[in-house]
T-cell receptor, first 114, second 109 residues
Framework: ETGVTQTPRHLVMGMTNKKSLKCEQH?????MYWYKQSAKKPLELMFV???????ENNSVPSRFSPECPNSSHLFLHLHTLQPEDSALYLC?????????????FGNGTRLTVT | RKEVEQDPGPFNVPEGATVAFNCTYS??????FFWYRQDCRKEPKLLMS???SGNEDGRFTAQLNRASQYISLLIRDSKLSDSATYLC??????????FGAGTILRVKS
């Protein structure tokens, strides 16, 4: 299934680097999300966009900067990250943000911060 | 109390067994419920939505108990390929979908 695609699949970066994660959805959905999944923890919601407008920032540090140029594309810009930011970053989309429609996830970016 | 709680397991069962997981939620006003499956080092994938009257999809049955605020997932005739982590998802507050930490299932031959 290629409804939601994420690149890169794996990323290793130093604490002083700047990198970006990319997500694209081909499902015609209106909402897009960034989630973080750390080992043995539940998925943590980071950001929500609805019709390319940010509707939620879940107290995420400013070293994570999202960008949503249109309803189909979502970026997560990373800079001066910490080793504890190493995790699986998942992009998702849904028809709407009402909570009644399920999320469709991309295959994730496994990030390692050295 | 956590918003969405699951027994982490692991549940180790033989092939062909029936296994059930529960998931409790804290907000009695929650309206939408889902079960997701996540394989090792992969993204979560929707397994099934959970409807008020309960619903079945092949070997999988989902139930909702509003009085006790839990949902359940029953898997009959377990296959090796059912081995995965099963995530419970609830829209706890308005449009916010909250994930449980997951229940690990291992089906062994």
């Amino acid at each position: 299934e290629t409804g939601v695609t994420q690149t890169p699949r794996h990323l290793v970066m130093g604490m002083t680097n700047k990198k970006s994660l990319k997500c694209e959805q081909h499902l015609g959905h209106n909402a897009m999300y960034w989630y973080k999944q750390s080992a043995k923890k539940p998925l943590e919601l980071m950001f929500v966009y609805n019709f390319k407008e940010q509707t939620e920032n879940n107290s995420v540090p400013s070293r994570f900067s999202p960008e949503c140029p249109n309803s189909s594309h979502l970026f997560l810009h990373l800079h001066t990250l910490q080793p504890e930011d190493s995790a699986l970053y998942l992009c998702a989309s849904s028809q709407d943000i009402q909570g009644s429609s399920p999320l469709h996830f991309g295959n994730g970016t496994r990030l390692t911060v050295t | 109390r956590k918003e969405v709680e699951q027994d982490p397991g692991p549940f180790n069962v033989p092939e062909g067994a029936t296994v059930a997981f529960n998931c409790t939620y804290s907000n009695s006003a929650s309206q939408s419920f889902f079960w997701y499956r996540q394989d090792c080092r992969k993204e979560p994938k929707l397994l099934m939505s959970v409807y008020s009257s309960g619903n079945e999809d092949g070997r999988f049955t989902a139930q909702l108990n509003r009085a006790s605020q839990y949902i359940s997932l029953l898997i009959r005739d377990s296959k090796l390929s059912d081995s995965a982590t099963y995530l419970c998802v609830v829209n706890e507050y308005g449009n916010k979908l909250v994930f449980g930490a997951g229940t690990i299932l291992r089906v062994k031959s």
